[in-house]
């Protein structure tokens, strides 16, 4: 490799760190902030549940993580900016929290389930939140 290959490949790479730095860490805030409101529209407290070994509560909290992750993580690589990885972010989001409250209301008794270590509604839950999230970042990238 010449030296203007490397001087090229290392300017590139100055100019386009600080971006990666504030896009990465913009989209761990939004997840954080996904995780944080999640955990307070659930009836179930998760990490409670969770530090006392509950499969079920782990299978459907991992899950959600993931159905957030995702297509954060779509909506950053399809942005151009700052701003669109909020706004769009946001909006991805929203749909995966109402996810979860749409099938707890379809399934009623969900939150108990969970709380009772049911790893079969769990499991649905988390295909659910899963299959969302897909479609969600799918929607996202356009």
Known sequence: MGKIELDGALQSFLNGFPYLVTHFGATLVMLALGAFIYVRVTPHDEMKLIREGNQAAAISFGAALLGLAIPLSVSMANSVNLFDIVIWGLVTLAIQILTFRVIDAWLKDLSERIENGETA????????????????????SG
């Open 121 to 140: 509604a769990a499991i649905f839950l988390a295909s659910v939140k899963l299959s969302v999230a897909a479609v969600n970042a799918a929607a996202v």
